[in-house]
């Protein structure tokens, strides 16, 4: 019987305190999103407005090649993103396409919020070149404080790829 008041009280005291825990961090999401120029003429702008659709279309000379949308994200967290093909060809076999891995950081206080995304990046193609990003930590905007931004991470010009990043919470 004392086994049981123990683990009935053990267990009342985790559910009088679930709502402080929870409450105590508002979860953010960490999106990516890599494009690629189709036309080229189009500019990558350093900063672009929009949820994800109007950013999307504000892309007319690209092509999305990855979207990733990380929910509940901390700090600390890596996130892994990867988007290929591996194909035969006469050549032998051919990989093609995107494989990161980054770093999240949540240096937010009570008072403002800071977030940073930083990594590894490789863009392969195993029939030409392969070329791998290195990614500086960089500051996200958080869409919680009334601007859906999209910041530019890094663009590689002679191969046409940018990859944007924004931090959201729905």
Known sequence: MRFVRYNVFTLALLLVAMPFVSG???????????????????????????????????????????????????DGDVINIQ?????????????????CHMTFRDHSTDDDTSFELGGLCKMLDSLNSNVTAIIPMASLPDTEQGIDAWVELYEDEANGIAFYANVSSD
């Open 24 to 74: 105590a961090a508002e979860l953010r999401h960490v999106n990516i999103a890599v494009f690629q120029k189709v036309d080229a003429d189009f500019e990558f702008e350093a900063i672009v407005l929009g949820k994800f659709s109007s950013f999307i279309t504000a892309m007319p000379g690209s092509q999305v090649l990855l979207l990733s949308h990380t929910r509940n994200a901390v």
């Open 83 to 99: 988007q290929d093909v591996l194909r035969d060809s006469s050549e032998g076999l051919n990989d093609i396409g995107i494989n």
